[in-house]
């Protein structure tokens, strides 16, 4: 079992940045993709990044491509999201998640185990 908790959310004004993290207990994330995830009010968890183990190839939803950035430390069990120019429609809850495979994917129901999420509000 893998327990994953998400920190580094909070409130920003647009056009700033937040760094999320994600931290793994109860077992290691070696050889798990990883991935975050967002839900806005009243829409459904979307995809927003993934990337692979050990963390050669990453991918992005479009929406985010060119502004977030996740990275791993497999030496500390952390995933990290970098988010940069943030926009008041960035808002959401931010979930980390990990699959039982190497590979990245994008659909929720591909991921295996999920954080508790961390709030993100950008205000305008």
């Known amino acids: 079992q893998v327990q994953l908790v998400e920190s580094g959310g909070g409130l920003v004004q647009a056009g700033g940045s937040l760094r999320l993290s994600c931290a793994a207990a109860g077992r290691t994330l070696s050889t798990a993709a990883m991935g975050w995830f967002r839900q806005a009010p009243g829409k459904e968890r979307e995809f927003v990044a993934s990337i692979n183990w050990p963390g050669v190839y990453t991918y992005y939803a479009p929406s985010v491509k060119g502004r977030f950035t996740i990275s791993r430390d497999d030496a500390k069990n952390t995933v990290d999201l970098q988010m940069n120019s943030l926009r008041p429609e960035d808002t959401a809850v931010y979930y980390c998640?990990?699959?039982?495979?190497?590979?990245?994917?994008?659909?929720?129901?591909?991921?295996?185990?999920w954080g508790q999420g961390t709030q993100v509000t950008v205000s305008s």
């Open positions: 998640a990990a699959r039982q495979s190497q590979f990245t994917a994008a659909a929720p129901d591909s991921y295996n185990y």
